[in-house]
Every structure is written in structure tokens, then in C-alpha cells.
């Protein structure tokens, strides 16, 4: 069952342009979400989070919208750089306070900025 | 800057044998994490553990995984009989009691012949 759901595995933009990543849950009792920037080879990295009761947060050239209604956040990326280019994954937890929740991901969208 | 440290970066093995992954979280951290990743596919969780204990655990993470905590530090994942399809890349991860961000280590790569 697939709680968290990137149903772009990839995407191209270039350089300068803005970047777009989708991501969709099934859960309503998720109240944290957070996006991370894979490079091949090495850990996902954290990028920008954003909980339930905002929705908006922005860092630098990395925004996140989170539309609760329609169980739907974006990440956006402005301008998109070339170094950009990596695998980016959606995350949620269904409570931050709790010990030992799981964090859930989705699948990935590989973005590609091109020079 | 602190970081997870995992070792080793890439363990080669025969089916059946016994592996054990190492971590060493950031070190003011509570809860820790194992997640995998096996190739072309999404990231797995796998278990987490907070307080000397398994507080959560995957249906991936059967009988024949187990993980410790032996001495303060570092932080195990064990895999008892290797098979084939646990061939990928795992990852630990730490993080605060009091924030959602999770931080990953760079990950060890296993491959099981």
C-alpha cells in the first residue's frame, strides 16, 4: 500500500527555468512532510519540510506547498541550477511527536536540469 | 558539521552467510533507523528503535534481521542468512527527539551472490 506517491519518475527543465516535483498521500493523519535530494551513490539528503499547519514554507530557491484538501504538496524550485539534478523523494510521518514512527516515501522523481 | 557515518560502503557476500551493517548516528540523537533500498526502487523502511528497543518494524524485517545498540554509539543491522534479494543499499538514519528531520547516512551497499 502505497501511502506516498510521486507519479512523475522523472522530469527535465532547464537551466534557469522553474522545477516542479508532485507528490500525493493517501493518509490524513500525516501532519509532516519533507522532501529529500538523493545524488546517486550517496544518502538522501534533507532539503526543506513543511508541517500540517502551514502551507507554505520557503528556503532559498526551494518552496513547499501543502494542500491538505487535496491530500497534495509540490516542491518548486527556483531558478533550477544544474547541480540540481538528482533523485528527489516526497516524505511523511503521521506524527512528529511520537517515538518510532515509521517514515513514509515515495517512489522518487529523478529531475534533470539541463545547462 | 555532524553526520551519520555508516561502514562498510559496500560488503560483497555469498547466500547464507551472516552480515552485519554499522552505524554510528549523530550522537545527541534518540531515534534511529534502518532503510533500504534495492535498486530502481523506492526507499524501504526498514526498523526503527528508540530507547534500547524496536519501536517499529517493516514486514521486510523478519526473523533473519536484528539490530543493536551494543555500546552507546553505534547502532546494527544484522542479517542472519543473507539471501539474494536482500542485495541493496541500506541506510541508516538519525534524528532529535524534538524535530521531524531526518538525517541519512551515506549508506552501505550489499551484494549477495
Known amino acids: 500500500d502505497q501511502q506516498v506517491k510521486q507519479n512523475s519518475p522523472s522530469l527535465s527543465v532547464q537551466e534557469g527555468r522553474i522545477s516542479i516535483l508532485n507528490c500525493d498521500y493517501t493518509?490524513?493523519?500525516?501532519?509532516?512532510f519533507l522532501w529529500y535530494k538523493k545524488y546517486p551513490a550517496e544518502g538522501p539528503t534533507f532539503l526543506i519540510s513543511?508541517?500540517?499547519?502551514?502551507d507554505k514554507n520557503e528556503d532559498g530557491r526551494f518552496t513547499v506547498f501543502l494542500n491538505k484538501s487535496a491530500k497534495h504538496l509540490s516542491l518548486h524550485i527556483v531558478p533550477s541550477q544544474p547541480g540540481d539534478s538528482a533523485v528527489y523523494f516526497c516524505?511523511?510521518?503521521?506524527?512528529?511527536?511520537?517515538?518510532?514512527?515509521?517514515?513514509?516515501f515515495g517512489t522518487g522523481t529523478s529531475l534533470t536540469v539541463i545547462p | 558539521e555532524p553526520e551519520v557515518t555508516q561502514t562498510p560502503s559496500h560488503q560483497v557476500t555469498q547466500m547464507g552467510q551472516e552480515v552485519i551493517l554499522r552505524c554510528v548516528p549523530i550522537?545527541?540523537?534518540?531515534?534511529f533507523y534502518w532503510y533500504r533500498q534495492i535498486l530502481g526502487q523506492k526507499v524501504e523502511f526498514l526498523v526503527s528503535?528508540?530507547?534500547?528497543?524496536?519501536?517499529?518494524k517493516s514486514e521486510i524485517f523478519d526473523d533473519q534481521f536484528s539490530v543493536e545498540r551494543p555500546d552507546g554509539s553505534n547502532f546494527t543491522l544484522k542479517i542472519r542468512s543473507t539471501k539474494l534479494e536482500d542485495s541493496a543499499m541500506y541506510f541508516c538514519?538519525?534524528?532529535?527527539?524534538?524535530?521531524?528531520?531526518?538525517?541519512f547516512g551515506e549508506g552501505s551497499r550489499l551484494t549477495v551472490l
Open positions: 550522537s545527541n540523537h534518540l531515534y
Open positions: 528503535f528508540y530507547n534500547n528497543e524496536i519501536s517499529e
Open positions: 538514519a538519525s534524528r532529535l527527539e524534538d524535530t521531524g528531520e531526518l538525517f
Open positions: 513543511i508541517s500540517s499547519i502551514k
Open positions: 516524505a511523511a510521518i503521521d506524527s512528529m511527536w511520537d517515538t518510532g514512527n515509521q517514515f513514509y
Open positions: 493518509n490524513s493523519m500525516f501532519d509532516y
